[in-house]
């Protein structure tokens, strides 16, 4: 069996075989489609979202988380009873996870379309703030140590950003794909395949 005879033969049978298939699949040219404009050229730019979510939920917890805490740990002093405490404590639980969903909500949506609904994230958020913040009082946390506060701080922008941009991406609606107007997708070319049997 002489073997370079048949592969040059197999090689010629299939481009003879893909010019007659793309032939086929040709279809006329649609005239050429304008030049894109400069906000055309910016809204199909891809840009990260996901990094863009995260860093502006770990910058919105780490300022909220302590201005939260001292807030509250101010009000609470303007009342002698414990029942006049709770809104301090509301205060201190409810306001890191409000500003990260937030931010994170906005800055997956800036510019574009609305992909993201904050409204289950901003919830799981909240009770993942409740958890953490009543694990920590389980573990001793003083809010008058400054040390103790910038280690819930960190605890809380780990936390709070990746739960929120979590839930954020999980409950997005399906990025929509457009197409200039006039173009099309490529064609793919189809090549018969030959099969040997020996």
Known sequence: MNLPPLRI?????SLACASEALAADAAPAP??????????????????????????????TALATPASIYLGLWLSSLTGSDLGGL???LLAVAGPPVAATLASWFAGNWGGPERFRWSPAIWVTTGVSL????A????????????QVALFTAADAVLLPATAVGMLQWTAAP???SLAPGSRLPKVASMPVVRLEF
């Open 136 to 147: 920590a009082g389980f573990l001793g946390f003083n809010a008058n140590e400054p040390g």
């Open 9 to 13: 033969s197999l090689a010629v049978l």
């Open 31 to 60: 005239a050429p489609a304008p030049a894109p404009t400069a906000t055309a050229a910016a809204t199909r730019e891809q840009r990260p979202v996901l990094l863009f979510q995260v860093s502006t939920g770990v910058l919105a």
């Open 87 to 89: 809104p301090a404590l």
């Open 175 to 177: 990025a929509q794909v």
């Open 131 to 134: 958890v953490a913040f009543v």
